[in-house]
């Protein structure tokens, strides 16, 4: 790669804040992105209080619950096609 392309690519990635690596094509996308993941904080404090209410039985009762239906439907798409 001569000097004057590596230049242009360089402003080419400093036009875009590096976003495009990342898979954000545009400004747009990137807000909804950081949105969404900022409104995903607090499940994480929900979740943690129903598990510190939840007996351990319960919480493996529930495991195993998700496991098969993740069993199930996995078998059913491999069936169906």
Request: glycine share 14%.
């Amino acid at each position: 790669m001569s000097p004057p392309s590596l230049y242009r690519a360089l402003d080419q990635y400093r036009a875009d804040f590096g976003l495009r690596h990342l898979g954000y094509h545009d400004a747009g996308l990137c807000a909804a992105r950081a949105v969404t993941g900022l409104l995903m904080i607090p499940g994480t404090y929900i979740g943690r209080n129903m598990l510190r209410l939840m007996a351990n039985g319960t919480h493996d009762r529930l495991v195993d619950g998700f496991a098969i239906l993740g069993g199930l439907n996995f078998l059913y798409l491999a069936i169906t096609g």
